[in-house]
Nanobody, 126 residues
Framework: VQLVESGGGLVQAGGSLRLSCAAS????????IGWFRQAPGKEREGVSC????????YYANSVKGRFTITSDNAKNTVYLQMNSLKPEDTAVYYC????????????????????WGQGTQVTVSS
């Protein structure tokens, strides 16, 4: 299993970025793909998740209405469109995957995920 994130960078508050997670080495349709982030001195937190098999999506309250997760199963790629970015969104963003069928109450538990990408830095300036 290999996950490669891209699309991070420096953006001003109110701006947008689109992160990509290119996956390989497994059957994309059987997995849930999640985005987590970790800011300096803080714990890793769930941002969003999509189930490739049934298309359910989940979002942290802090990003609802601003971030959108989508999946292109033909390309084995998941995207995270981030709009109206805020300085508090600054973090390293990680793509991760699990074969466990997640739900609204479990998707943000990092312990359920078993493969992680190397991360991509997102910095939002005020």
């Amino acid at each position: 299993v290999q996950l490669v994130e891209s699309g991070g960078g420096l953006v001003q508050a109110g701006g947008s970025l689109r992160l990509s997670c290119a996956a390989s080495g497994f059957t994309f349709d059987d997995y849930a793909i999640g985005w987590f982030r970790q800011a300096p001195g803080k714990e890793r937190e769930g941002v969003s998740c999509i189930s490739s098999s049934h298309g359910s999506t989940y979002y942290a309250n802090s990003v609802k209405g601003r971030f959108t997760i989508t999946s292109d199963n033909a390309k084995n790629t998941v995207y995270l469109q981030m709009n109206s970015l805020k300085p508090e969104d600054t973090a390293v963003y990680y793509c991760t995957t699990t074969r466990i069928r997640v739900s609204s109450g479990t998707w943000s538990l990092a312990i359920l995920y078993d493969s992680w990408g190397q991360g991509t830095q997102v910095t939002v300036s005020s």
